[in-house]
């Protein structure tokens, strides 16, 4: 029994087998689930790394407790003090060399329809030479001639990728607000108590726009003062008027039947958290009060004190930071997503109402048991075809990358980031923040309004 264990281990890091094999105490798990784990767990690596090297304390508990540090620098060539090994330069070098390793992953499994092909066994297996690969492709990256030269040109490369990461995220979700109430819609023909689903969901989301605008006006304003603040929020309050006035307006109604208070909603909630998101990441105004002192204004006070431990702080923000891109990732790489982005839909009269919508009867969550074939901890659930595709999964990681390099680096305050301030506030974050709050409006509006000048089935709700 032990034999066949330490067989199944090694089938696992060093050939095609499931990655469950690695853990005797693991539960069963589909191959498709397991493959994209592995691949997480690759990238949290990596982020955490990142983290790490951008890290003052780190880097000054290092120098303090590790003997001969200095000796050890000199002797790898990282400099007297490892400066090479910290700070934004090696986080772009780092993150170049896991971007590398995703793209190539991209092209590998490019119009891969199954996985018993050489390709497919690649991807799911082989994690200790993929494991050795990545560990490889981010350390040659440090050995790259003309540093500087590669950093610029890099630097606008990962802004672009970054930009696109969220480009994908917006468009995600306004193909799943459409869905949502396309799906809702679809049970009131059957019955009625839909009607009442869509009319407190939409009442629940308005109710938390409008309360959220409010909020930050008597937070994020003064009397006197914070005029940009005002601006922004008279601004993006007024978007949310506006998609919701659009969405219900006679014209849209007649070509798109579907749309409704449901989705705008939706986007008004998200304009609302990221403005929110934008305001809190807007670097503090301090201006000198009536008795000569120092006075932080334009944000809420029982918000400073959050911002005084700033390992706690950091330590906090870099996790959910983590979650939320691996989030992004992974609900990104599904194939229904990966379907709505290249404009293929349900028929409408196949919706099937559900409140986790989400997981369609038919996906890859519901293998039909006589395609599953069972191994002592994978369940091989990509027989008939792959249940995502895997080209794309590599792609959006490649771009997650880009993105965590522009974010952790402070996109253009990459020269004096760290981790620990770099929740304090930044015009950078500020303003893609806020330029996503706006591209997310017109992104919904382009949906709503690209039907009325060129009625196609891509643009049909």
């Keep these: 029994m032990s034999a066949q264990c330490c067989a199944g281990q090694l089938a696992c890091c060093c050939g095609n087998a499931g990655c469950s094999y690695c853990c005797g105490c693991c539960p ?64 772009y ?88 109430n396309k799906n809702w819609t679809a049970g009131t023909a059957s019955n009625k108590l839909w009607y009442a689903s869509l009319s407190l969901v939409t009442l629940i989301m308005y109710s938390i726009a409008t309360g959220g605008l409010i909020l930050m006006a008597v937070f994020y304003t003064q009397k006197d003062g914070c005029v940009e603040n005002k601006i922004l929020l008279g601004v993006n309050g007024g978007l949310c008027l506006l998609i919701s006035v659009v969405a219900i307006s006679p014209c849209v109604q007649n070509r798109q039947p579907h749309s409704g208070l449901l989705q705008s909603g939706l986007i008004s909630c998200y304009v609302t958290y990221l403005t929110f998101s934008a305001l809190s990441s807007k670097p503090v105004e301090v201006v000198l009060d009536q008795h000569g002192k120092n006075v932080t204004i334009c944000v809420p006070d029982f918000g400073q004190d959050l911002y005084r431990d700033k390992n706690l702080v950091a330590g906090l923000g870099t996790t959910l930071l983590c979650a939320c891109i691996l989030y992004s990732c992974l609900t990104s790489t599904t194939r229904s997503s990966s379907d709505a982005l290249q404009g293929r839909y349900a028929a409408p009269e196949l919706e099937v109402a559900r409140c986790c919508f989400c997981f369609a009867s038919g996906g890859e969550d519901t293998e039909e048991p006589q395609n599953v074939k069972e191994g002592p901890r994978v369940i091989y659930d990509e027989k008939r075809s792959t249940v995502y595709s895997y080209a794309y999964f590599h792609f959006v990681f490649f771009l997650a990358s880009l993105y965590v390099m522009m974010t952790v680096t402070n996109w253009f305050n990459y020269e004096s980031a760290n981790i620990e301030t770099f929740f304090s506030g930044s015009w950078s974050i500020f303003w893609v923040k806020m330029a996503s709050c706006w591209i997310c409006v017109l992104l919904y509006l382009g949906t709503l309004v690209a039907p009325l000048c060129r009625p196609s089935p891509h643009f049909s709700v």
């Excluded at 780190?58 to 120098?63: D, K």
């Excluded at 494991?131 to 050995?143: D, H, P, Q, R, T």
């Excluded at 490369?157 to 969220?166: D, E, K, M, T, Y």
Aim: contains cysteine; proline residues 1%.
């Design 28 to 91: 069963k798990i589909r191959q498709s689930r397991s493959t994209r784990f592995m691949y997480a767990l690759y990238f949290i690596l990596v982020v955490i790394i990142c983290c790490i090297m951008m890290s003052n304390t780190v880097a000054n508990e290092m120098r303090e407790h590790i003997p001969f540090f200095e000796d050890i620098c000199k002797g790898i060539k990282a400099g007297d003090t490892c400066e090479k090994l910290v700070g934004y330069s090696a986080v």
């Design 93 to 180: 070098r780092v993150c170049f060399g896991m971007a590398c390793f995703f793209f190539i992953f991209c092209l590998l499994t490019l119009k891969i329809n199954n996985s018993k092909s050489c390709r497919a066994y690649i991807h799911n297996g082989f994690w200790f030479f993929k494991l050795l690969l990545l560990g490889a492709m981010c350390s040659g990256a440090f050995f790259i001639p003309d540093q500087e030269t590669f950093l610029n040109a890099w630097r606008y490369v990962g802004a672009i990728g970054g930009f696109l990461f969220i480009g994908i995220q917006l468009l995600l979700l306004v193909e799943f607000a459409h869905k949502w």
